[in-house]
C-alpha cells in the first residue's frame, strides 16, 4: 500500500515541478525577446512533457539502467495521448482541425512514430540511433521556427528573480520526484508480480499524461481542436525522438521482443489512424470511440501477455 502512496505523491511532484519550470522558462523566453510560437513549440512542449523526460532519465541511470520503464513510458504515453486524450476529448465534444496543422505537423508525427519503429526492430535502441532520432525533432523545430520567425528581438518582459528560484526549485522537486517514482514501479511491479514495463505503460503513462488529457478536454470543448491536437502532436513526437533519444545516449534502450511486439505495432496503428481520421479536418465521435476502444484493448492485451 507504500508504494501506492509513494507512487502518487510523486505523481504531483513531478506535475509541480513540471509546472514551476514552465512558468520560469517561458518567462526567461520572454526577457530575451523569443517569439509566443517559438516558446510554444520549444519551451512549452519540453515543460509538458519533463515528467516523462525526467523520469525515463532516471529510469536509465538508477540501478545499472532500467531500460523497459524507460520505453513503457514513452510508448504508453503516446498510447495514453492519443488513444485516451483525443478519444476522450473527441467523444466528448468532438475535434476541429485546421487545415494547416494537416500540411506539415501530422506529417511529422508519423514520421516520428515511423522512425521509433525502425530503430525497434532490434528490440533496442543504440547511442547512434538515439542521435538520428534527437536530429530528426531538431530538424522539425528548425523549420518551425524558420516559418514562424519574428524580426522584433526585443524583449517583452524584464527578468524577475523570483523566477529564477522557481526554476531552481522546480528542477529539485522534479528530480526527487522522479527518483521515488521509479522506486515506487519497481515496488508495485514486485508487490504485483508483474514487469516493470507493464507498470509503466499503465499506471506511469497514464499518470505523466493527465495534462495532456486535460488540455485535449478543455480545448475541444472550447471548440479549439487546434489546440487539442498541437498539444498532443507535440507531445508524442518529443516522447518518440527525445526522450528515448536522450536515454539512448545513457544506455542501450533494450526491451524484450514481447513488450516491442505487443506495443509498438498499436502506437503505429493509432497514429496512421489519426492521420486518415483528421483528413475531413475533424476528429468525429465515433472516431474518438474508435480510439478510446483501441486504447482500452491495448491495455487489456498488456495485462494478458506481459
Known amino acids: 500500500m507504500l508504494e501506492f502512496l509513494i507512487f502518487a505523491g510523486s505523481l504531483v511532484a513531478l506535475y509541480y515541478g513540471a509546472k514551476a519550470i ?10 530575451l525577446g523569443i ?17 516523462e523526460f525526467s523520469t525515463s532519465m532516471t529510469a536509465m541511470l538508477v540501478d545499472g539502467g532500467r531500460p523497459e520503464i524507460a520505453a513503457g513510458n514513452v510508448l504508453g504515453s503516446i498510447l495514453a495521448n492519443t488513444g485516451l486524450a483525443l478519444g476522450a476529448a473527441a467523444v466528448l ?7 494547416k496543422i494537416l500540411e506539415t505537423d501530422l506529417s511529422f508525427l ?19 540511433e538515439g542521435i538520428f532520432l534527437i536530429a530528426i525533432y531538431l530538424a522539425f523545430i528548425h523549420h518551425e521556427v524558420s516559418e514562424h520567425r519574428k524580426n522584433d528581438s526585443k524583449g517583452m518582459e524584464d527578468l524577475r528573480p523570483k523566477m529564477i528560484a522557481l526554476f531552481i526549485a522546480g528542477v529539485v522537486i522534479l528530480s526527487v520526484g522522479a527518483r521515488y ?26 499518470g505523466t499524461s493527465l495534462p495532456e488529457v486535460s488540455t485535449a478536454i478543455v480545448a475541444a470543448k472550447n471548440g479549439r481542436g487546434d489546440i487539442a ?3 498532443i502532436i507535440g507531445a508524442n513526437a518529443f516522447n518518440a525522438l527525445i526522450i528515448l533519444g536522450a536515454s539512448s545516449l ?21 497514429s496512421l489512424l489519426l492521420g486518415f481520421m483528421v483528413l475531413g479536418n475533424k476528429i468525429t465521435r465515433f472516431e474518438g470511440s474508435m480510439l478510446l476502444a483501441i486504447y482500452f484493448l491495448e491495455i487489456m492485451a498488456i495485462l494478458t501477455i506481459l
Open 229 to 231: 491536437m498541437g498539444d
Open 110 to 128: 508519423l514520421a516520428s512514430v515511423l522512425a521509433l519503429y525502425v530503430v525497434f526492430l532490434d528490440y533496442r535502441i543504440t547511442w547512434v
Open 22 to 31: 514552465t512558468e520560469s522558462a517561458v518567462h526567461f523566453a520572454k526577457v
Open 35 to 51: 517569439s509566443e510560437f517559438v516558446i510554444g513549440a520549444t519551451v512549452v512542449a519540453f515543460g509538458t512533457a519533463l515528467p
Open 93 to 99: 465534444y468532438g475535434i476541429y482541425i485546421d487545415r
Open 181 to 206: 517514482m521509479i522506486e515506487a514501479i519497481q515496488d508495485i511491479a514486485a508487490t504485483l508480480g508483474i514487469s516493470e514495463a507493464v507498470v509503466a505503460v499503465i499506471l506511469l503513462a497514464v
Open 250 to 270: 545513457v544506455g542501450d534502450v533494450a526491451v524484450s521482443e514481447p513488450f516491442v511486439s505487443v506495443t509498438l505495432p498499436v502506437v503505429v496503428l493509432m
